[in-house]
């Protein structure tokens, strides 16, 4: 039972395009939201959030779209650049399930073409 | 500098021979917690931690084991691995309530193979 789904598996973008990764969930409960980003032979690191009662969050480059009624979210990229190329999940907490659990997707594995 | 260690980082065992990742953080997180990294499957919760003493099961804790005596240490342990134990584990540590500015930070993982 996925209850944070990222249905496309890898993507590629040329550098300098958007990248755009999506992720949907299941789970109502769910009221914060995070993206991470993962290097290989290295943890997640934060990369941004978004509270259930915003619907955009940006932080320079990086812009955090949610949609509540349609159960997703998306993470836009622009410009894409060379160093974006790493593995993204998306993330989902409930925060009043007395657990600081995050449920995570599967993964979108991105490469920026030079 | 804020972070999350983990040790080993690699490790072979055979099955059934005890094994304990350690895992240690320096920002005086009363949140910890162990995942497990497998493909197509995501990051999954073994074990979690509220604060010293107090640990709860995650969503796959069979086979594993934890304790919490100190706030910064948060060891996980395989008392008997099997080789459906082979993962990718990552600690990691947040503050008590996740708020929009907080978050959880990861440890670098260690890859286990039990052979």
Known sequence: DQQVKQNSPSLSVQEGRISILNCDYTNSMFDYFLWYKKYPAEGPTFLISISSIKDKNEDGRFTVFLNKSAKHLSLHIVPSQPGDSAVYFCAASASKSGNEKLTFGTGTRLTIIP | ?115
């Open chain 2, 1 to 115: 500098e804020a972070q999350v260690t983990q040790n080993p980082r690699y490790l072979i065992t055979v099955t059934g021979k005890k094994l304990t990742v350690t895992c240690s953080q320096n920002m005086n997180h009363e949140y910890m917690s162990w995942y497990r990294q497998d493909p197509g499957l995501g990051l999954r919760q073994i074990y979690y931690s509220m604060n010293v003493e107090v640990t709860d099961k995650g969503d796959v804790p069979e086979g594993y084991k934890v304790s919490r005596k100190e706030k910064r240490n948060f060891p996980l342990i395989l008392e008997s691995p099997s080789p459906n134990q082979t993962s990718l584990y990552f600690c990691a540590s947040s503050p008590l309530e996740l708020a929009s500015s907080e978050t959880q930070y990861f440890g670098p993982g260690t890859r286990l193979l039990v052979l």
